[in-house]
């Protein structure tokens, strides 16, 4: 697989977002062994960074991958997150020096491994300045616990705050055909300070496959189904964008999923998707996207598709991401 450069972190550009194994869409629930066995493939097939949160599950998802790669560990980089669950009191999201300084042994524990190779502030934490977070990483850091600090869904300002405190080597946002936000003001912020972009959610939560065109085979726990994007017109309006995609994969022997990758993985060497599965068979179509390579026309045609219908998440959710 061709490389991605996050900083200077070089991995494979094609990850793997382990969330969904714990919740949130429809066809979670398969059984453990099944989701073991799905990321020894990826390990198989050459994924490096698998990505996970304490807050999936809640901690379910880092138990599952320290499962899943016990005696595998120095094959994968992990990532996960801090700052969503406070384990000092405090309501809200909490990315206080003490609470780190909580959460990483909790991680640490969980995943079965003695450093974490990325460690993300999940989301801002408006009561914390960032300077201190970004301090109480870099003692993490110092002491050998964690190797790489990154943000998540940080607005340009605190990414400079934070990059004079301690080096910030990833970003994770929604960045895809259906997410295009990130082109207007961070990714020109990222380029510039030589950072990597983690973008996640790359398929649209499943859109940009094609498989989606009503609700109807959706659980009705499926978090899509109050996602803006999936509800009402928005969803019918929204379908001009995958038809087009649907369109270039058939001009390309390829299948839509496949297409939506290659568009972003032709964005630039600082970009590493990490779209998720928990089936073998999607994920083996996934990973095959790195070797397709779209033409300029097709770029192109991509790149003139219409920004999607709707806020890209609920009103709650839009509010803990900063712009």
Same mark, same amino acid.
């Given at each position: ?122 989301? $801002? ?10 301090? #109480? +990483? =870099?003692? /993490?850091? !110092?002491? &050998? ?102 369109? $270039? ?10 297409? #939506? +990758? =290659?568009? /972003?993985? !032709?964005? &630039? ?55």
């Amino acid at each position: 697989m061709k490389s991605a450069h996050l900083g200077s972190l070089e991995i494979p550009r094609l990850g793997f977002g382990v969330m969904g194994m714990s919740g949130f869409y429809t066809g979670a629930g398969r059984s453990d062994a099944e989701h073991v066995r799905t990321i020894h493939r990826a390990l198989e097939l050459g994924v490096l960074m698998f990505d996970t949160a304490e807050v999936y599950g809640p901690y379910l998802n880092e138990e599952l991958i320290g499962k899943a790669l016990r005696g595998r560990r120095d094959r994968a980089v992990v990532a996960t997150k801090f700052g969503l669950i406070s384990h000092t009191g405090r309501p809200g999201p909490d990315s206080s020096p003490r609470n780190i300084r909580i959460a990483v042994e909790g991680s640490l524990r969980r995943l079965g491994t003695d450093v974490i190779d990325l460690y993300y502030q999940h989301r $801002v934490d408006p009561r914390t300045p960032i300077e201190e977070t970004f301090g #109480a +990483l =870099a003692e /993490l850091v !110092a002491e &050998g616990k964690v190797r790489y600090a990154g943000l998540s869904e940080a607005s340009p300002a605190t990414i400079r705050r934070a990059h004079t405190v301690h080096p910030v080597t990833a970003v994770q946002t929604e960045y895809s055909l259906w997410s295009r936000e990130p082109e207007d003001l961070l990714l020109p912020t990222l380029t510039e300070l030589g950072i990597g972009l983690v973008p996640y959610s790359p398929l649209g939560h499943g859109f940009l496959t094609g498989g989606i065109r009503t609700l109807d085979g959706l659980a009705a726990d499926d978090w899509r189904r109050s996602n803006p994007r999936f509800v009402g017109d928005n969803l019918q309006r929204n379908l001009a964008i995958v038809d087009e995609v649907r369109d $270039v994969a058939r001009e390309s022997d390829a299948t839509a999923a496949q297409v #939506a +990758l =290659a568009w /972003l993985l !032709a964005r &630039g060497r600082m970009i590493a998707p990490i779209p998720g599965t928990t089936r073998i068979a999607r994920l083996e179509e996934n990973l095959a996207a790195d070797a397709l390579e779209l033409t300029t026309g097709q770029l192109a045609r991509l790149d003139a598709l219409p920004r999607p219908s709707g806020e890209r998440h609920a009103p709650a959710d839009m509010a803990a991401i900063e712009h």
